[in-house]
């Protein structure tokens, strides 16, 4: 089973296959990065990674810099 973690302050260029690379060792199984209504990247994202190794990816990528961006990241809260 997989956990939903949020990735924030992404910059606008980050793409869903770089992300899915970032998350790649903790078992990321989809990234989603959110657009808005003229498609336009909103600067976060969501990646589904395992349970075995949530905590390990938050505490590994949280304030990682990724192109220029410090990353937020930690468990997505439900809907």
Known sequence: MSKRLYVGNLSYSTSETQLRG???PYGCTSVSL????DGR???FGFV???D?????AIS?????NVDG???TVNEARPR
């Not at 075995?52 to 390990?56: G, R």
């Not at 590994?60 to 990682?64: D, I, N, P, T, V």
């Open 69 to 71: 961006r410090d990353l």
């Open 34 to 37: 959110p657009t808005d209504p």
């Open 22 to 24: 970032l998350f790649a």
């Open 60 to 64: 590994a990528l949280h304030g990682k």
């Open 48 to 50: 589904d990674v395992d």
């Open 52 to 56: 075995d190794h949530m905590s390990e």
């Open 41 to 43: 990247p909103k600067g």
